[in-house]
């Protein structure tokens, strides 16, 4: 028997055939509901941009850094205080230095005096020596007038054959002892007195490598403007590596940004720039308008963090920006679609 069914009016169960054709208009739908959705969101461009942190410095900046690692002496200026280049910031402990500028000066005084006493007794020797050639030139020079005198006499019978052979043996003699002496070898004493004078350079140069030392402990300000004074005690020991001042001359303001390892390839000069101050935050956020004006080459590092340096002009607009002042950043790297932003590509 078949099944036996009551109905209150309602239309009949759909078929099978009805029941695919449904599913499939219903999928048909959704692939172009997604269709479209996928090519809106291809069509959609966005602005892209990179992150960035940083702080307003100065067209003439720089930092302040100990040439050498030191204990502090003493402290000659602080955060606020401009100075002019070469102005002494900080004294770091030189007594060691200093006493090998003495010994190294003293070392080269006794250098001196050694080389002025050489000098002036070779040039005594000198004049001895030269005394006794021209004493042996005129013992030569009067033995050969003797002997020639002597053969007049013998030629007369006035002289005997002795006495010309005296005066012969004479000249011989001092002909042998002009010739000795016109052949002694000064080089020596002269080598000995050029030892000195490069003893005495060495001495000297050692000098300057005391003194360059002493200086180094004197850090100066590399240009003038306004200090930012980083946290550093007198008594403390500091290394090249500590960063002691900031330096902030000119009067146009820029910004110095790290922008992430992910997105330095991207970020190049002319990109604009979007920031804000954090002393300037608030619930809406008020964005200050720049360019990138250059890119360091180089990726820095500091600890996890790898990241390149880019720094921005910007206009003030009436506000009373003060250099060092923090700011959260975004560089304009491009536009992309929906999805691609979507997605972070």
Aim: one cysteine or more; hydrophobic letters at 45%; proline letters at 3%.
């Amino acid at each position: 028997m078949g099944e036996y069914r009551t109905t209150r009016g309602e239309g009949l169960p759909a078929t099978a055939k009805e029941k695919r054709a449904w599913v499939w208009q219903t999928a048909a739908s959704l692939l172009l509901i997604l269709a479209a959705l996928a090519y809106a969101g291809h069509r959609l461009r966005l602005n892209r941009y990179a992150p960035a942190t940083g702080y307003v410095t100065t067209e003439e900046y720089a930092e302040v850094r100990a040439p050498v690692a030191g204990r502090v002496a003493a402290i000659a200026a602080g955060s606020g205080d401009r100075v002019a280049a070469g102005a002494l910031l900080v004294q770091m402990e030189d007594a060691e230095q200093r006493a090998a500028v003495a010994e190294a000066e003293s070392a080269a005084r006794k250098a001196e005096a050694e080389l002025a006493y050489r000098e002036a007794e070779l040039a005594d020797r000198r004049r001895e020596h030269a005394s006794r050639v021209a004493s042996a030139r005129l013992a030569r020079d009067y033995a050969g007038q003797r002997i020639a005198l002597t053969g007049k006499l013998a030629e007369k019978g006035l002289a005997s054959g002795r006495d010309l052979a005296d005066a012969a043996y004479a000249l011989q003699q001092a002909e042998a002892e002009h010739e000795r002496l016109s052949q002694v070898d000064a080089s020596l004493d002269e080598r000995q007195i050029e030892i000195l004078r490069q003893e005495i350079g060495s001495r000297r140069e050692a000098v300057a490598r005391a003194r360059a030392a002493v200086d180094a402990r004197a850090v100066r300000a590399p240009v003038a403007g306004q200090l930012l004074r980083h946290t550093f005690y007198a008594g403390e020991v500091v290394r090249p590596d500590t960063l002691l001042y900031e330096v902030f001359g000119g009067t146009n303001l820029m910004l110095k940004l790290r922008v992430p390892e992910r997105y330095a390839a991207r970020v190049a000069p002319g990109q604009p720039v979007r920031f804000e101050l954090r002393s300037y935050k608030t619930v809406l956020r008020d964005w200050m308008r720049g360019t990138v004006t250059a890119t360091h080459d180089v990726i820095q590092t500091e600890g996890p963090q790898a990241y390149r340096v880019v720094h921005c002009a910007f206009e003030p607009e009436g506000r009373a920006i003060q250099p060092g002042a923090t700011a959260d950043a975004q560089i304009r790297i491009g536009r992309s679609s929906f999805w691609a932003a979507l997605v972070g590509l």
